[in-house]
Structures are given as structure tokens and as C-alpha cells.
């Protein structure tokens, strides 16, 4: 029993833990009264949200628990086994448990205050998982469900919100209407207004209604629990909460074999086991009862770490308030500094309050590490360069459920299979990365056929690209080259805007053949990408492409300035691709942005490298535009695949490739000069085909041995003044 871990319903927590929180073996049966439960302990002052994390915890492991726990056995005590009823399982036999509802103890805090925080983070909870199943179109059954009207009064509504009771789900997913903790209600969303926020009645207008009941266990009614969804309805169980409580309430007497009166809280039957139980203040509940309540988890809430050795827990968390004093600014952080049933990760972790509680952000450190990295290096270092070890070899063809065979459902069965391929493909591997390494050196690549494979060709798969410029040399136009001609082919890509206004690089996306086709086709931009105002679907129809097709797979995230830590960023930048799968490529429009809005990431050196390897590992392209004279430079032509520089002078461009990560010829360089950028690449749509290309019409190549004097900031445009010199004529200065 309890050979998997269970996972803490704390978003970000179990990546700390591993997986979950591993729990002790079960007692055998007449062994409850000596089994020692999970012990953990919540250790921090004031504002560091003890409670709140507890609860969640007791939430989370509680729903865990009740999945996985085995049930009242004697409903599954059959005398005919014929009848197709299930036979008791002979752990089941053995343990014979059952779990009753879990509880909180609190010697200070109000029962009613205590079931108000449980219930709004459940609540805001389901809401924010009905936004994310939206998110994803194709699997948003989840709304047709009568949640709202199932959990919110709306007798006291308007006739126009009446009107629209039956759409309230989806105005829950689609984020036309919120959940507000503070008044337990549901609101419209209202245009930001900072005056509004000064307003007492500023959550009162918009309110729609207010949930109908305060205590989690009136949702567990047979009627509620039918509307709801079962992944919703499972959120919601009894839980019995003290608040301010008294001894006589609570304790019964109960006898050991050796006659010893003891007192047992909650009175429950030697049979049975709580899940899990949250005391507040160890000192008072040790002064009422002689023993820890019969559960599988106790969680205790300190605010002094002066009681962690009495309690001796299995599992300490310990919470903090850190004061960066350079930039006064609080951050909440924890740190698991205990777990002895097994490893977790080192360090300080952020942590913030939600609406649907804490949400932890694992630190950069534990998103680079790799466990057992060293312990595996020591074989692989042992083979050749051209073999791989079995690990590296599964690392590469990475565990998906995509296998349409149902055997590679399991992944026992899933590794052996690929244990086969990897013993008779392993020679056959080896050739075929020799021969690759030898057909890259017999290509005659020039750089307009380098380019076309950076910008238009490749395939996705997790390469970095830093575009570097001076101000106005084309950095953007390039990247839009790589923005549409993904989407050209179905790939979306994500734009991650550095406190830059929307709006205003909504503008700047245009698509870099508009000029090729605009002069091709002999029409205006209005006509341009076959668009036509009064029928926008007949090109569609036709076979052709439209332009908007393109721009249904160009996304903006926007993240404000401030203070934002990488460890947040990292956190909802992974949320991104875990919600959207189609994005394939991320493009930074203005990295030295960071230096004047986002302190933290500033001061953060690990920064660009955590980014290019979690692009690497969720196998998506990264591209970062930067200016020439930013100190994110040196950093970029390290850590990306590939570097490509701008250089304009008057009415022509030169592009470099620095560094090419597809081709080894060593030491090489590419140039090249482009009299009309505006026609450097066309696109085509036909019945017949489409594409999307690189003009090398437009492209003169050449040689250059070093781009020492590109990086000189006092010699500016001094290689295309060399080459046009070279070519016999000079630009002017």
C-alpha cells in the first residue's frame, strides 16, 4: 500500500517533492493503535500564509487518499462471487480500514473564518480549472455542466442575468465573469480603472451572486453532486473543522490491551483512519490528548521553530518573508528542510498567494538539475561518441502517450519495446551518425541557402537563434520571416512581450513577402493575402490561403514590469506550453528590455540559460532579438545555436551567420549583402501548392574571414564599408 507517492494539490510543490509526498506502509490489522502517522510540520511567522498552506495540503492529500485508499470493506464482503461483484483483494483482507473525513484544529482561529478560507480556495479552484479546459477547445465538456447554478444562489438576479443563467459556465471559461473571494460571489469583469479601486461599492455593482452556502460540507448533497462533473464534484467532501475549541468536545476515553486509559480525539473506531489532519499550536492539543489523532498525515502549524525537535516530524517546511533591500521588495519563500522518507529538492523556493491558494515556483536550480546526472555520466563517458547508452537513447526518443498501440499504453511494456530497438538499431544508429557528420561537410552552402534554412526551413526542434542589430537593421523582419513561415505551416509561435505595449507591435506584424506578392499581384495592401471585405471566406473555400491564417497562430503573452522573479516567469512560461501544445517557437522581441523594467530577472545569472534549456526540453524554438551594444550579448553567442547580425548602411543590409548550428565546416563565416530587404522572401499559394520561401535573387553573397571589427561599438557599419571598398565604390559616412 502507498508504493506510489501522493501528490499535495499544490501547484508546483510536488516538483519539489519528486512526484508527491511518499507515505509510511499501512498497518496491518489490530496494529492502529501503534501506527505512528506521516508527521509534518509547518513552520513561519506572521504573513507567511501557515494556514492557508496547510489546509491546501489537507485538501489535496485528503482527495489523494480517498482515490487510492481501499473502501469499507464490508460493503465488498460477497457470498456469491458469481453474481460478477468484485472479490476483497487480500491486502484489503489485511488491513480493513476506512477512512472517515478529515478535520482541522485550531486553539485561536474562528470555525467559520477557517471553513471561509477552505471553501473559497476550493471554489476558486474549479473556476480556474474550467478556464484552463476552455483554453483547450477540443476538451471543454467540463462547462456544459451546471456548475455555477449548482454552487451560486441566482434567485436574486436580474432578468438579464436570468436570461443568461444556462451560458454561466462558459462566461466562467471564457473569463467574462470571475470569482471574488472576498464577497463570495461571482462579478463581471470590469475595465481597469485605478480611481474604481478607491470606490467602497466597487465590488458590489458588478455582482451577479453569491454562493449559496459557507460550509464545504452542504455541497456534498446527492442533488449538487449529480450536476457537477466528476474531476469537480471530487473537490468537494466532508471536512470537519474546530475552530476555538474546548477538550470535552472533542476527546473520548479509550482502553490499550494493558488497561491504560487513554484519550482519543474525534472518538473514532479502531477501524478507521483519517485521512489527514491540520492542528494549529502543538503545545495546547499535547495538553488535551496523550497521543496524535488516528490518522495517516498530521500537519502541525508552528509560528517558532522552537517545538520542530519535540514534534520530531517526518517532514519540516519551513516558510519565510525575504526582504530584498536594494529594491524593497518582499518575496514569500519556502524550503523543505526535512523529509526522511525521501529526497527533495535544496534551497529556497517563491511562493504566492492565489485565489485558489499557494502556488510554488520551483527555483531556476531545480528546473536545470538532472538527478543521478554524475552517476550516469560515468557510463556514458564510457562509450563512443557515435553509441548511446540505453538512458540516453529513451531521453532522446522521450515517453509520450501518442503510440497508437495499445502495449505502449503501459510503460513497462513501453520500455521493453524500445529496449529491442535500441539492441538492433544500435549499429545501424552509429553508421548513420557517421555518414551524417561526413554529408554536412559535402553541402556547398552559401548564405542565403543558411538563412533560408534558419528562418524558413528548419524543422522544430528546440534550436536557439539570437538575432543581433543595431537600432533599425531589419531584426524584427527576420524574425517575422521565422514567425510566418511557421504558421505557414501550422506551427504557432508565442511572442513574449517585455513590458512592450501590445498595440503597438500588433502594428509591426506584417508579413515580410506583403511587398513580393503586393507588386507580383499588381493590387493594393487592402487586397493583399486574397482578403476581401465582402466575402472573407470564399478564398478559403476555394483552396487558397488567407492571410488570417497565419495570424490565428501568432500569440502575445505579456508580462508587466516589475518585480517578477525568474522562478515565476519559468513557472507560467511552461504553463503556457502545457496549455497550448500547438505553440513551437518563442520570440523575445527586445532582451535588453530586462535591464529597465525587470530587476529581479536582471540580477538573476542564470536567467537566458534556464530559458534556452527549458525551450530545449519541451523541443521548442527560441528565438531573442538584442541589440548590439546590450550586455546580454556575450551571453547569447554562447548559449544560442545559431547567431545571425545585422548591419544596415544607406540603402543595403548585410547579414552575418556567426554561428551556424547545421552545418561543420569549421571556422566558417557567412556574409551576405541585400539591396531591398522588402522582397527578401515571397510566398506562394496555389491549389496546387504553397510555400514560403527566402529570395536568393535578392542575395549577394561573399566572403569574410573575422567579424572582429563588427564588434568594435566605436567602428560602426566598418565590414559593409570594407566590402563595398573591396567591390569599388565607398557609401557614404
Not at 245 to 252: D, K, S, T
Not at 500 to 527: F, H
Not at 613 to 628: A, F, G
Request: glycine content about 4%; hydrophobic content about 30%; charged content about 25%.
Amino acid at each position: 500500500m502507498f508504493d506510489n507517492k501522493i501528490k499535495t494539490g499544490i501547484p508546483g510543490l510536488d516538483r519539489l517533492l519528486f512526484g508527491g509526498l511518499q507515505l509510511p506502509p499501512m498497518p496491518k490489522k489490530g496494529e492502529s493503535m501503534s501506527y505512528r502517522p506521516l508527521t509534518v510540520v509547518i513552520s513561519g511567522e506572521s504573513g507567511t500564509y501557515r494556514t492557508l498552506f496547510g489546509m491546501q495540503l489537507l485538501h489535496g492529500l485528503s482527495m489523494e487518499l480517498q482515490n487510492e485508499f481501499p473502501r469499507d470493506v464490508e460493503e465488498n464482503k460477497f457470498k456469491d462471487s458469481e453474481q460478477g461483484k468484485p472479490e476483497m483483494q487480500p491486502d484489503q483482507k489485511s488491513l480493513q480500514y476506512t477512512l472517515v473525513a478529515p478535520c482541522v484544529i485550531s486553539f485561536k482561529k474562528q470555525e467559520q473564518n477557517l471553513s471561509d478560507i477552505l471553501l473559497d480556495m476550493v471554489i476558486a479552484k474549479c473556476v480556474r480549472r474550467i478556464i484552463k479546459h476552455n483554453l483547450n477547445k477540443e476538451n471543454c465538456q467540463i462547462i456544459r455542466h451546471k456548475f455555477s447554478s449548482s454552487i451560486f444562489d441566482f434567485d436574486g438576479c436580474t432578468s438579464i442575468c436570468q436570461f443568461d443563467i444556462d451560458e454561466m459556465d462558459r462566461y466562467i471559461g471564457e473569463e467574462v465573469v470571475i470569482y471574488n473571494n472576498r464577497t463570495n460571489a461571482l462579478h463581471f469583469t470590469t475595465p481597469y480603472e485605478p480611481y474604481m479601486e478607491n470606490s467602497a461599492n466597487a465590488d458590489i455593482n458588478d455582482l451577479i451572486a453569491r454562493r449559496k452556502y459557507n460550509s464545504m460540507n452542504e455541497y456534498i448533497k446527492p442533488d449538487i453532486q449529480q450536476m457537477l462533473p466528476k474531476d469537480l464534484s471530487c473537490e468537494f467532501f466532508n471536512v470537519n473543522i474546530y475552530g476555538q475549541i474546548e477538550a470535552p468536545n472533542l476527546c473520548v476515553k479509550d482502553k490499550t490491551k494493558n488497561g491504560e486509559k487513554i484519550y482519543s480525539p474525534l472518538g473514532i473506531a479502531n477501524t478507521e483512519f483519517i485521512p489527514c489532519v491540520v492542528i494549529d499550536n502543538y503545545d495546547q492539543y499535547m495538553k488535551l490528548y496523550s497521543k496524535a489523532p488516528q490518522s495517516l498525515i498530521v500537519i502541525y502549524l508552528e509560528n517558532s521553530k522552537n517545538k520542530i525537535k519535540d514534534i520530531n516530524p517526518d517532514v519540516w517546511f519551513d516558510l519565510r518573508v525575504a526582504e530584498n533591500p536594494e529594491i524593497d521588495y518582499w518575496i514569500n519563500q519556502l524550503t523543505i528542510r526535512k523529509a526522511i522518507l525521501q529526497n527533495s529538492a535544496l534551497g529556497w523556493h517563491q511562493y504566492k498567494n492565489r485565489d485558489y491558494g499557494i502556488e510554488v515556483y520551483p527555483s531556476s536550480n531545480v528546473l536545470l538539475q538532472r538527478r543521478r546526472h554524475m552517476l550516469k555520466a560515468i557510463a556514458r563517458a564510457n562509450v563512443d561518441i557515435l553509441s548511446d547508452t540505453f538512458q540516453q537513447y529513451i531521453d532522446n526518443y522521450r515517453y509520450v502517450n501518442q503510440d497508437n498501440n495499445a502495449d505502449d499504453k503501459c510503460l513497462q511494456s513501453y520500455i521493453c519495446k524500445r529496449y529491442e530497438e535500441f539492441k538492433k538499431d544500435q549499429a545501424r544508429n552509429s553508421k548513420d551518425r557517421l555518414h551524417k557528420i561526413y554529408d554536412s561537410l559535402r553541402k556547398d552552402l552559401r548564405t542565403s541557402s543558411v538563412l533560408s534554412e534558419i528562418l524558413v526551413d528548419k524543422a522544430i526542434d528546440g534550436t536557439s537563434t539570437a538575432i543581433i542589430g543595431s537600432a533599425n537593421s531589419y531584426k524584427r523582419f527576420l524574425s517575422l520571416a521565422k514567425t510566418f513561415s511557421a504558421s505557414f505551416v501550422g506551427n504557432h509561435t508565442l511572442y513574449i512581450l517585455l513590458d512592450q505595449d501590445a498595440e503597438k507591435l500588433r502594428k509591426s506584424m506584417v508579413c515580410p513577402t506583403w511587398e513580393y506578392r503586393n507588386a507580383k499581384s499588381g493590387t493594393n495592401i487592402k487586397q493583399f493575402g486574397k482578403y476581401k471585405e465582402h466575402d472573407s471566406v470564399s478564398d478559403n473555400e476555394s483552396g487558397n490561403l488567407d492571410c488570417s491564417d497565419c495570424y490565428a497562430g501568432i500569440h502575445f503573452w505579456d508580462v508587466r514590469m516589475g518585480n517578477i522573479t525568474s522562478d515565476e516567469f519559468f513557472y507560467y512560461l511552461t504553463q503556457q506550453f502545457e496549455s497550448q501544445p500547438k505553440i513551437k517557437q518563442i520570440i523575445i522581441d527586445n532582451i535588453p528590455r530586462i535591464n529597465y523594467s525587470f530587476p529581479l530577472l536582471k540580477r538573476d545569472h542564470l536567467f537566458l540559460t534556464t530559458l534556452v534549456s527549458i525551450c530545449k526540453e519541451y523541443k521548442k524554438d527560441l528565438v531573442i532579438l538584442c541589440d548590439r551594444t546590450s550586455n546580454y550579448v556575450d551571453e547569447l553567442r554562447m548559449l544560442a545555436d545559431n547567431v545571425i547580425c545585422t548591419e544596415r548602411v544607406e540603402k543595403e543590409t548585410h547579414i552575418y551567420v556567426e554561428q551556424y548550428n547545421g552545418y561543420n565546416a569549421p571556422s566558417h563565416i557567412y556574409a551576405c549583402k541585400v539591396k531591398k530587404m522588402e522582397e527578401l522572401f515571397y510566398c506562394e499559394t496555389h491549389k496546387e501548392f504553397h510555400q514560403y520561401c527566402l529570395n536568393e535573387n535578392r542575395v549577394d553573397n561573399y566572403d569574410i574571414r573575422s567579424l572582429d571589427k563588427y564588434w568594435e561599438p566605436s567602428q560602426p557599419n566598418v565590414l559593409a564599408r570594407i566590402f563595398n571598398k573591396n567591390k569599388g565604390y565607398e557609401t557614404s559616412k
